[in-house]
């Protein structure tokens, strides 16, 4: 008896542990847009030294971390960062030019955008040329009140192989 009862539980588990996995429902192309229009919003903000706007899609408690290793832990923090950078002439020469664009949607409410950015034409603090620049971005995106945040962005410097 004692095996009979042991087998209906064990079918009992293993049939009642069927899970479906939901679909998720996303509307890839308009949010996709969304995603990378934030982008846009990014670099028009570095290109008029306008803070507001390089900051604009990022939430307000945002982990954010440059290639130099600074990181900020909120918006305000990422505020008063750019305040400073886009004071420096030095840092704000230069062109950008995102290549590799890659959203992936994890979740209904959760994305994920990878980027490269070659940046052109920038200087060192003495005024000399630095080499072209291949900085990758990593953002986190949540959907929030039906608007995508960026809730961490990583940004990493691939160095020149010799």
Do not use: P
């Amino acid at each position: 008896m004692k095996k009979i009862t042991a087998i209906l539980f064990m079918i009992a588990l293993v049939f009642g542990c069927k899970s479906e996995k939901k679909e998720i429902e996303i509307d890839s192309d308009t949010d996709s847009k969304e995603i990378l229009k934030t982008i846009d919003n990014w670099n028009e903000g570095w290109d008029a030294k306008e803070v507001e706007l390089a900051i604009k899609d990022y939430s307000e408690n945002t982990d954010w971390t440059n290639a130099f290793g600074d990181r900020m832990q909120s918006k305000s923090e990422l505020r008063q960062l750019l305040t400073k950078i886009f004071a420096m002439d030095f840092v704000m020469n230069g062109e950008d030019s995102y290549v590799n664009d890659d959203v992936q949607f994890l979740t209904d409410n959760i994305a994920i955008l990878r980027s490269t950015n070659v940046r052109t034409g920038q200087k060192w603090s003495d005024g000399t040329l630095m080499n072209d620049r291949y900085i990758n971005h990593l953002r986190v995106y949540e959907k929030s009140n039906n608007e995508w945040k960026i809730i961490s962005h990583m940004i990493s410097q691939a160095q020149e192989k010799k």
